[in-house]
Nanobody, 127 residues
Framework: QVQLVEPVGGLVQAGGSLRLACTAS????????MAWYIQAPGMEREFVAG????????KYADSVKGRLAISRDNAKIVVFLQMNSLKPGDTAVYYC????????????????????WGQGTQVTVSS
């Protein structure tokens, strides 16, 4: 089994920055794809960013390009989401997800691809 742990999110003012981390433990491997999804109040969960770790290949939702950056630390199987220029509309629960298929070359956006999910962390952006 694999566990994904996200730290407690936070409260940040509009225009500010926040970095989230997701740490994988358990039966992991160095070949993985991890992604971040958000679920705003009353909305469905949606993809925002992902990375194929062995290639360093990333993918972003159009709505966050230029403001969010995903990166990884392969030695520890940790994926980070750096969020800049935050807006009140970014307020949501942020989930990380992981897939350990060794052959992936592009980041999938479909939730069903990801076998493991973090518990979610609340990020609130105040105006």
């Amino acid at each position: 089994q694999v566990q994904l742990v996200e730290p407690v999110g936070g409260l940040v003012q509009a225009g500010g920055s926040l970095r989230l981390a997701c740490t994988a433990s358990g039966r992991t491997s160095s070949s993985y794809t991890m992604a971040w999804y958000i679920q705003a109040p009353g909305m469905e969960r949606e993809f925002v960013a992902g990375i194929v770790a062995r290639l360093g290949r990333t993918k972003y939702a159009d709505s966050v390009k230029g403001r969010l950056a995903i990166s990884r630390d392969n030695a520890k199987i940790v994926v980070f989401l750096q969020m800049n220029s935050l807006k009140p509309g970014d307020t949501a629960v942020y989930y990380c997800a992981a897939d350990f298929s060794p052959w992936r070359a592009v980041v999938p956006t479909e939730e069903r691809v990801y076998d493991y999910w973090g518990q979610g962390t609340q990020v609130t952006v105040s105006s």
